[in-house]
């Protein structure tokens, strides 16, 4: 199924920046998801490329409403 939302992704983590106010492209987002950064560990040996691509399209795509 198609996920639709509006509005910011109204998340209230408080690790990390604000993905609202940094909207990310998914190739960050992808990058990051890889590879970890700071407190975000890295997915590259837990999840397949396609899962990862999946996680950053909807991120970004999330974020930017």
């Known amino acids: 199924g198609r996920v639709t939302r509006s509005g910011p992704a ?32 890295a997915f590259a040996g837990t999840l397949s490329d396609e899962e990862i691509d999946a996680v950053a399209a909807y991120v970004s795509s999330a974020v930017r409403g």
């Open 10 to 41: 109204a998340s209230t983590g408080s690790v990390g920046p604000s993905l609202d106010a940094a909207e990310p492209s998914a190739e960050l987002v992808a990058e990051r998801v890889r590879n970890g950064q700071g407190a975000m560990p």
